[in-house]
Nanobody, 127 residues
Framework: QVQLVESGGGLVQAGDSLRLTCAAS????????MAWFRQAPGKEREFVAA????????NYADSVKGRFTISRDNAKNTVWLQMNSLNAEDTAVYYC????????????????????WGQGTQLTVSS
């Protein structure tokens, strides 16, 4: 099972941009569909974005579509989440997740689809 470590969170102002990084180790990264989820205080964990094993398919939550971009580099065992035009509603702990799958192009949006999780990184957007 791959181990995941997120980084790049912090305190930013509304309208700023930030990039989160998820570094994978201990497994065959290219065999995992990857995603970002987030959880705000008092709320359930919610899907943000997903990318297929081959990076040929992506999916985004409506709330971030057009502002966030997920990408990956299998040679670097890394997945990123580029976040632009941040607002206070984006404040949350962001989690990287991996789903071992034989399907090269599938993307998944349910937390239960993922079997590897990072510890999370906090993003706070001040308005």
């Amino acid at each position: 099972q791959v181990q995941l470590v997120e980084s790049g969170g912090g305190l930013v102002q509304a309208g700023d941009s930030l990039r989160l990084t998820c570094a994978a180790s201990g497994g065959s990264f290219s065999a995992y569909g990857m995603a970002w989820f987030r959880q705000a205080p008092g709320k359930e964990r919610e899907f943000v974005a997903a990318i297929s094993r081959s990076a040929g398919s992506t999916n985004y939550a409506d709330s971030v579509k057009g502002r966030f971009t997920i990408s990956r580099d299998n040679a670097k065992n890394t997945v990123w989440l580029q976040m632009n035009s941040l607002n206070a509603e984006d404040t949350a702990v962001y989690y990287c997740a991996g789903s071992y799958t034989h399907n090269v192009r599938s993307v998944y949006s349910r937390p239960t689809d993922y079997d590897s999780w990072g510890q999370g990184t906090q993003l706070t957007v001040s308005s």
